[in-house]
């Protein structure tokens, strides 16, 4: 009986285990990208997505012994999901949009502009991508986690499913609930 194919990921974690740094950088370069994007549409912030980056290949690095085989791909995003469930568990917010100013009629958040978006800028293909970003920022938690690690990370939903320890009916759910969001909140802006 021929035995699992190893993927490239895995031949390098062997080679990095057996004291080549270099194929670590390679696993970097493989999934960094993405993983980067997953990170900075997940905290807002692009320090605390850099911050939230290295810390998610620290773990790596530190656990790397302890892979046990599935997809060290999944097993990646998932450690970058873990790392980013304690991120907001330290997570102190700054301030509250709830919080009353001025004769207490009114909140804080009363006083955010929504500003619309000129049919100039709809035009540039980079606002429209901006648009969409903001709009996949305003999903729900579970439904913009699936949503990123399908379309920036590429996981299979099978693959979904394993980082996120939940049926993959649940992933399929939450990525059908994204998109049908999504389709909503830019049916007016004509990019759908």
Known sequence: ????????????????????????????????????????????????????????????????????????????????????????????PDESLDREVGDGESVLGDFIEAPGLTAAEMVSSADMVERIGECV?????????????RTVGDLSFREIAEVLEVPLNTALGRMHYAVNRLREMLVDERIV
Do not use: C
């Open 1 to 92: 009986m021929p035995g699992r194919a190893v993927s490239e990921d895995e031949v390098l974690l062997s080679r990095y285990l057996k004291g080549d740094l270099g194929a670590f950088d390679e696993l970097v370069a493989l999934h960094g990208s993405s993983l980067m994007v997953y990170v900075r549409s997940m905290t807002g912030s692009v320090e605390e997505a850099e911050d939230l980056f290295q810390e998610t290949w620290q773990r790596v690095l530190k656990n790397a012994p302890s892979f046990r085989g599935g997809t060290l791909r999944s097993w990646i995003w998932r450690i970058a999901k873990n790392a980013r469930i304690d991120w907001v568990r330290r997570r102190k």
């Open 137 to 149: 920022g305003t999903l729900p938690e579970a439904q913009r986690e699936v949503f990123l690690m």
